[in-house]
């Protein structure tokens, strides 16, 4: 799952346009619906941690929710 655009949580923790996401909270996404359903599912968390790729490095970045 490429990053096509970043608003919000995800640009204050600094993702960028052209990462690929690997994981949010620990599994494995393949597409942009389960995406959102692991978003909703980890929603009452103040921060998940979103496994990507940018180039060849792999990085856990820490999303802050609710603000």
Do not use: C, T, W, Y
């Not at 393949?30 to 496994?51: G, P, V, Y």
């Amino acid at each position: 799952l490429v990053v096509q655009q970043v608003s919000g949580a995800a640009e204050k923790a600094n993702v960028q346009r052209g990462d690929v996401v690997l994981a949010l909270g620990g599994e494995k996404v393949n597409s942009i619906d389960q995406f959102a359903k692991l978003l909703a599912k980890h929603s009452n968390e103040k921060s998940i941690a979103l496994l990507i790729q940018r180039g060849d490095r792999i990085l856990f970045v820490p999303i802050k929710q609710g603000g």
